[in-house]
């Protein structure tokens, strides 16, 4: 074996203390199930030791991501790849980032899954006054038995200081939500000042294992001189070919594989260069390496962009402190007025650089038909310049405030799907439906989960809304009684697809019916917590709906267990959801 492959672990060259920590504090997160001031079901929940593991079940202590399944797939309101090329092959939907007390080499990850695990494809590791992330495990979600479990994937080998983790999760292939209790780092830590420094800098010998990723960059170095005779008097067949056959071939390479073309030579490195390859722009699933030099490349190449996402590009994650580099947010601004002229789709999906300054040059792209701002909170005020060709609009977990959300409805007479989760400073939403009735009659979506100021005199507005097809209502009229409004949406809102009503405490089987009677396209039905509905509303929702996919009915105390065991014999193409109490199973 060549000795240069060999591994040699720090903590046999110094003398180091093995310790193990939970986590600090929680840096960021691009899914939440809570509202901001409530603790179920929290990120803040992954704070400290596990409180629930062993035990398997739908516990409120611990952090629960929205969605599972391929549902949010299927909406008109889900984000449809803007470049396909650049694919993420393990498809991360959801992060969270994690501080720990003290820097170690990290040797061991344990994540407590509670419920319905194995969801964790990535995790990723960096020291906070560093910037470069390391990768130390990565593999396919798995599908697992419904019990909690100890997940301790093998990490890859390094001997770099961490205290940050990012784990990723794809949870769409779960049948329900997911869980975890709590994060455990184990690791080595320096003694001395001394120590830490030599290691932080990489002065100390750091022989790693050949990994996936180097594996590939070693095949290229070690080939790049074994170059045959024979090699060198082929003919290249290649640089026979036109520019325009090599740009449709580049046209197909992710960004990745393009930058590398762009090294073989000057011919290459030009057509690398031209404009048409980047009309489409994903750099999501390279957040890890976007920096300032990043954005410079593309500012000079995106005249005529049309689709730009940027989700999950904060600068090197840095956000645990809410600092923003300047500039880097100045190279941010730059790109946008570049392709201010050009730009349809925007993407800036859960990123600290999104302030008051990104706002206003995001408003005079005035091509703008999609815009997707989720878990963006630097900013607070709309700016009075407003965009008017809106067909999609992604305003959850933001800021937004009733009087800008009307300013830029009645501007966007086109807008077809609007998303407002968990938008908690809206308290006027009354008003915002009544604008939405007015001045958005091709509207299809709307998803307004926990945002609870509805009342039902606004819910039963929407029967206005006829071409109305997904709508969200879920936690939004927790204590009061809903009267005759689903009796307007069925009768107006003939198309309607998705129905969400978690959470409706006051819905019956009375007020329920006519949902069934008359919307006969509704594939997802959801009526999680209404504890007055019976086994007999549910019966005719499986039977009345030809094309009905995803009944939830849990925590319905109205619909026994054995029931759904029938249902699911019966009607084996739906899938009915049952979420247990919070305790399944109490190994304690």
């Given at each position: 074996?060549?000795?240069?492959?060999?591994?040699?672990p720090?903590?046999?060259?110094?003398?180091?203390?093995?310790?193990?920590q939970?986590?600090?504090?929680?840096?960021?997160?691009?899914?939440?199930?809570?509202n901001?001031?409530?603790?179920?079901?929290?990120?803040?929940?992954?704070?400290?030791?596990?409180?629930?593991?062993?035990?398997?079940?739908?516990?409120?202590?611990?952090?629960?991501?929205?969605?599972?399944?391929?549902?949010?797939?299927y909406?008109?309101?889900?984000?449809?790849?803007?470049?396909?090329?650049?694919?993420?092959?393990?498809?991360?939907?959801?992060f969270?980032?994690?501080?720990f007390?003290?820097?170690?080499?990290?040797?061991?990850?344990?994540?407590?899954?509670?419920?319905?695990?194995g969801?964790v494809?990535?995790i990723?590791?960096?020291?906070?006054?560093?910037t470069?992330?390391h990768l130390?495990?990565?593999?396919?979600?798995?599908?697992?038995?419904?019990?909690?479990?100890?997940?301790?994937p093998?990490?890859?080998k390094?001997?770099?200081?961490?205290?940050?983790?990012?784990?990723?999760?794809?949870?769409?292939?779960?049948?329900?939500?997911?869980?975890?209790?709590?994060?455990?780092?184990?690791?080595y830590?320096?003694?001395?000042?001394?120590?830490?420094?030599?290691?932080?800098?990489?002065?100390t010998?750091?022989?790693?294992?050949?990994?996936?990723?180097?594996?590939?960059?070693?095949?290229?170095?070690?080939?790049?001189?074994?170059?045959?005779?024979?090699d060198?008097?082929?003919?290249d067949?290649?640089?026979?070919?036109?520019?325009?056959?090599?740009?449709?071939?580049?046209?197909?390479l992710?960004l990745?594989?393009?930058?590398?073309?762009?090294?073989v030579?000057?011919?290459?490195?030009?057509?690398?260069?031209?404009?048409?390859?980047?009309?489409?722009?994903?750099?999501?699933?390279?957040?890890?390496?976007?920096?300032?030099?990043?954005l410079d490349f593309?500012?000079?190449?995106?005249?005529?962009?049309?689709?730009?996402?940027?989700?999950?590009?904060?600068?090197?994650?840095?956000?645990?402190?809410?600092?923003?580099?300047?500039?880097?947010?100045?190279?941010?601004?730059?790109?946008?007025?570049?392709?201010?002229?050009?730009?349809?789709?925007?993407?800036?999906?859960?990123?600290?650089?999104v302030?008051?300054?990104?706002?206003?040059k995001?408003?005079?792209?005035?091509?703008?038909?999609?815009?997707?701002?989720?878990?963006?909170?630097?900013?607070?005020?709309?700016?009075?310049?407003?965009?008017?060709k809106?067909?999609?609009?992604?305003?959850s977990?933001?800021?937004?405030i009733?009087?800008?959300?009307?300013?830029?409805?009645?501007?966007?007479p086109?807008?077809?799907?609007?998303?407002?989760?968990?938008?908690?400073?809206?308290?006027?939403?009354?008003?915002?439906?009544?604008?939405?009735?007015l001045?958005?009659k091709?509207?299809?979506?709307?998803?307004?989960?926990?945002t609870?100021?509805?009342?039902?005199?606004?819910?039963r507005?929407?029967?206005?809304?006829?071409?109305?097809?997904e709508?969200?209502?879920g936690?939004?009229?927790?204590?009061?009684?809903?009267?005759?409004?689903?009796?307007?949406i069925?009768?107006?809102?003939?198309?309607?697809?998705?129905?969400?009503?978690?959470?409706?405490?006051?819905?019956?089987?009375?007020?329920?019916?006519?949902?069934?009677?008359?919307?006969?396209d509704?594939?997802?039905l959801d009526?999680?917590?209404?504890?007055?509905?019976?086994?007999?509303?549910c019966?005719?929702?499986?039977?009345?709906?030809?094309?009905?996919?995803?009944?939830?009915?849990s925590f319905?105390?109205?619909?026994?267990?054995?029931?759904?065991?029938?249902w699911?014999q019966?009607?084996?193409?739906i899938?009915?959801?049952?979420?247990?109490?919070?305790?399944?199973?109490?190994?304690?």
């Open positions: 074996m060549d000795t240069s492959e060999r591994f040699f720090v903590e046999d060259v110094f003398k180091m203390q093995y310790l193990e939970y986590v600090q504090s929680v840096v960021h997160y691009s899914s939440r199930y809570n901001q001031l409530n603790y179920c079901y929290s990120p803040t929940n992954l704070l400290g030791k596990y409180e629930k593991y062993p035990s398997y079940g739908d516990f409120p202590e611990a952090y629960f991501l929205r969605s599972y399944g391929k549902w949010w797939r909406s008109g309101s889900a984000q449809k790849e803007y470049r396909p090329q650049d694919f993420d092959l393990l498809n991360a939907e959801d969270v980032t994690l501080e007390g003290s820097a170690v080499v990290p040797r061991e990850v344990f994540i407590y899954e509670v419920y319905n695990p969801a494809i990535r990723w590791g960096r020291l906070s006054s560093d470069k992330w130390l495990w990565e593999g396919f979600p798995q599908k697992c038995a419904a019990t909690s479990r100890k997940f301790t093998p990490l890859r390094i001997n770099s200081l961490i205290n940050i983790l990012r784990i990723e999760f794809n949870q769409s292939h779960l049948d329900y939500h997911t869980a975890i209790d709590g994060v455990l780092l184990c690791g830590q320096p003694r001395t000042i001394i120590k830490f420094e030599l290691i932080r800098r990489g002065l010998q750091n022989k790693l294992a050949t990994s996936s990723n180097s594996a590939t960059v070693g095949y290229w170095e070690t080939n790049r001189n074994c170059v045959t005779l024979n060198k008097l082929a003919f067949y290649i640089n026979l070919l036109p520019n325009e056959i090599i740009l449709k071939v580049f046209q197909c992710d990745k594989s393009l930058s590398r073309c762009a090294q030579n000057r011919r290459w490195n030009k057509l690398a260069q031209d404009q048409t390859l980047y009309r489409n722009i994903s750099l999501k699933i390279y957040w890890y390496l976007v920096n300032e030099q990043t593309f500012i000079n190449k995106i005249q005529n962009v049309k689709k730009l996402d940027l989700s999950w590009c904060n600068q090197y994650q840095i956000s645990f402190n809410k600092r923003l580099d300047y500039d880097y947010h100045c190279k941010i601004l730059s790109l946008l007025e570049e392709s201010s002229r050009t730009i349809t789709h925007l993407s800036m999906n859960d990123n600290y650089f302030d008051s300054d990104v706002l206003n995001i408003v005079c792209c005035k091509e703008l038909t999609e815009l997707r701002l989720h878990h963006t909170f630097n900013w607070i005020r709309w700016p009075k310049d407003q965009l008017t809106l067909v999609t609009l992604d305003l977990i933001t800021n937004i009733d009087e800008d959300l009307i300013q830029i409805l009645m501007a966007n086109n807008l077809e799907h609007l998303v407002l989760d968990l938008c908690e400073h809206l308290f006027m939403m009354n008003s915002v439906v009544e604008t939405v009735t001045f958005n091709k509207l299809k979506t709307w998803s307004s989960w926990k609870d100021s509805l009342t039902s005199d606004a819910v507005k929407f029967s206005l809304c006829s071409n109305l097809e709508l969200d209502l936690w939004c009229l927790l204590d009061s009684v809903p009267g005759d409004s689903l009796a307007e069925a009768n107006g809102c003939k198309r309607l697809k998705r129905l969400i009503l978690s959470q409706w405490r006051g819905a019956t089987d009375q007020s329920l019916m006519p949902i069934i009677i008359s919307c006969k509704l594939t997802q009526l999680i917590g209404i504890k007055n509905i019976s086994s007999e509303l019966e005719k929702a499986l039977f009345r709906l030809p094309k009905l996919r995803l009944l939830d009915i319905c105390d109205g619909v026994r267990q054995e029931e759904v065991a029938i699911r019966q009607y084996p193409h899938t009915i959801q049952r979420s247990c109490e919070h305790t399944v199973t109490d190994y304690m």
